[in-house]
């Protein structure tokens, strides 16, 4: 069974920073493309961010020059270091793993999402 799970939202004002961590556990062979997906209310879920096992990374224009996104294949997690936050960053967000697990079936994963609030 495999489990992803996010952590380190909260509330943060304009300007500040926050960094996302999401990692993926159990019966893994291996993970490919990660991703961070986010839903404001009344707004259907978007891209923020995905990269691949190697590292080649894709942002949204959104977030472009502010969103890092990384990950440590030792340890099956993806980051996201948020900067120079907006209000319209406010959202859920979503960690997404496209995993082999141990029985080579290959799945879309997704986490429980963690709550970004950007507000003064």
């Known amino acids: 069974q495999v489990q992803v799970v996010e952590s380190g939202g909260g509330l943060v004002q304009p300007g500040g920073s926050l960094r996302l961590s999401c990692a993926a556990s159990?019966?893994?062979?291996?993970?490919?493309?990660m991703g961070w997906y986010r839903r404001s209310p009344g707004k259907q879920r978007e891209l923020v961010a995905t990269i691949s096992s190697v590292g080649s990374s894709i942002y949204a224009d959104s977030v472009k020059g502010r969103f890092t996104i990384s990950r440590d294949n030792a340890k099956n997690t993806v980051y996201l270091q948020m900067n120079s936050l907006k209000p319209e960053d406010t959202a859920v967000y979503y960690c997404?793993?496209?995993?082999?697990?141990?029985?080579?079936?290959?799945?879309?994963?997704w986490g429980q999402g963690t709550q970004v609030t950007v507000s003064s």
């Open positions: 997404n793993a496209h995993i082999i697990g141990s029985d080579y079936i290959y799945e879309f994963y």
């Open positions: 159990g019966s893994i062979f291996s993970i490919n493309d």
